[in-house]
Nanobody, 121 residues
């Protein structure tokens, strides 16, 4: 089965930086999109960054200039570098991938369990 495991979250002060990791395991024919979402208390889960198989990226307006999504194909790991953390960034961050497990399959989406990022002074 496809599994995603996020790590790297924690408690940091405003202005600090974090790098979140998402380790992807399982047999996958191709990855179409890698994305990071976050869900803050009492808010809907929102897309903050994504990357296509051709390395085209998208960032939500609220994180542009501070967040960077990247991928290491050899390590099967996606990253989200976060700079200049703000209290508004406090949320559970989730990795999400859109993949084709087998060449004959339809695409499917998979989620990790999330990693907590808390920004507080």
């Amino acid at each position: 089965q496809v599994q995603l495991v996020e790590s790297g979250g924690g408690l940091v002060q405003p202005g600090g930086s974090l790098t979140l990791s998402c380790v992807i395991s399982g047999s996958i024919f191709s990855i179409n999109v890698i994305a990071w979402y976050r869900q803050a208390p009492e808010k809907q889960r929102e897309l903050v960054a994504s990357m296509t198989s051709s390395s085209e990226t998208y960032y939500a307006d609220s994180v542009k200039g501070r967040f960077t999504i990247s991928r290491d194909r050899a390590k099967k790991t996606a990253y989200l570098k976060i700079n200049d953390l703000k209290t508004e960034d406090t949320a559970v961050y989730y990795c999400n991938i859109d993949v084709r497990v087998r060449v004959s399959d339809e695409t499917s989406r998979h989620w990790g369990q999330g990693t907590q990022v808390t920004v507080s002074s």
